[in-house]
């Protein structure tokens, strides 16, 4: 099991032990000398978990094993680069660089910047590029995520991480983070859902269930969002493709835009979820939210969204008077 780490919350000063599980066995990364760190571009593909490769270059013929993902423009590389960080790398073969000397160009200026100083893909542009990418089986395998049937489930998260009093409600496992996304295991239930009937496969309150919570979870884990911060969602947009079914694992894929930067109390922001199951996508959806710095502004939004409700009851407890006395007139 991987050595504790602490993660600090901006802005709270709060502190709250975290088992992140990396993409390689431990073994792997405890090495007497230092490693030199394999540059992004490469002529040698596979070296790391994804590799780019454009739409119309041709990877070297005696490689195996590749995880290849295509691309069609220099933005989407920056875009990856950005999302997977030191998990991706770009294959441009010399013919190709021959052949596009204005890409080779461009390419060889800009990615070697800071990841800062280039802006983060909109919404739609990451989704985009998120249904190109297929689950790192690679990452997975080695990590303590369960993958194929039989596996042992992970222990769950941090209750904390995902706003439960106990961990028995909590319904995502401890989570594999590689660049800006976050991998879980769901469970199969939990105390606080009941259902009248047994099913062979995942309700669908369950599914969003753990969607709700894999995206909280990456906004305090990657975002930095304090633990006292709070989240109220304002919709889901959800596509199931495929039933789940109880008896194998699954595989939570998530990514949030949300970073804390200290500048203000409340922002909108947004998670996407894929549900995976033998490597095939069954459920995604995105969900779109509010997320609040401190249970203070989250309190503030409650009392001033629970006066928006009640003046919506006033009224419509009015209109249906009116309808009751004319109703009687007549």
């Not at 542009?125 to 990452?139: G, W």
């Not at 303590?144 to 106990?166: C, M, T, Y």
């Not at 709070?230 to 939570?252: A, Q, R």
Request: aromatic share 10%; glycine share 6%.
């Amino acid at each position: 099991m991987n050595n504790p780490i602490t993660e600090s919350f901006s802005g709270k000063n709060q502190l709250l032990p975290f088992r992140p599980m990396l993409a390689a066995r431990p073994s792997l990364l405890k090495t007497g000398r230092k490693v030199r760190k394999p540059s992004f571009i490469t002529e040698y593909p596979g070296q790391k978990p994804y590799t780019l490769v454009f739409e119309d270059d041709v990877l070297p013929p005696d490689v195996s094993g590749i995880q290849g993902v295509r691309v069609s423009s220099v933005e989407d590389v920056l875009h990856y680069q950005i999302l997977l960080g030191d998990f991706c790398e770009l294959y441009l073969s010399a013919d190709y660089s021959q052949a596009h000397p204005e890409i080779s160009g461009k390419l060889h200026l800009t990615v070697v910047r800071r990841k800062g100083t280039v802006s983060h893909p909109d919404k739609e542009t990451t989704r985009r590029l998120l249904t190109r990418l297929p689950l790192n089986f690679k990452s997975l395998m080695q990590s303590p995520l369960a993958v194929l049937d039989g596996d042992r489930l992970p222990q769950p998260i941090n209750r904390e991480f995902v706003h439960k009093k106990s961990i028995r409600n909590a319904l995502i496992s401890e989570p594999l983070i590689e660049g800006k996304f976050l991998s879980f295991n769901m469970f199969d239930a939990i105390d606080e859902f009941r259902f009248d009937h047994e099913s062979d496969h995942f309700q669908g309150m369950l599914i969003l269930e753990a969607m709700r919570q894999a995206s909280i979870a990456a906004a305090h884990i990657l975002g930095q969002l304090p633990l006292d911060g709070g989240m109220t969602l304002l919709s889901y947009d959800t596509k199931f493709y495929n039933y789940i079914e109880n008896t194998s694992p699954v595989v939570l894929r998530t990514y949030s835009n949300f970073s804390c930067t200290g500048d203000d109390e409340e922002r909108e922001s947004y998670a996407l979820c894929q549900l995976y199951q033998w490597g095939k996508l069954c459920t995604e959806a995105t969900l779109n939210a509010y997320i609040f710095m401190s249970k203070e502004g989250y309190a503030t939004h409650r009392i001033r969204s629970g006066r928006i409700t009640e003046r919506i009851k006033r009224q419509f407890d009015t209109k249906i008077d009116l309808l009751k006395k004319h109703s009687v007139n007549s």
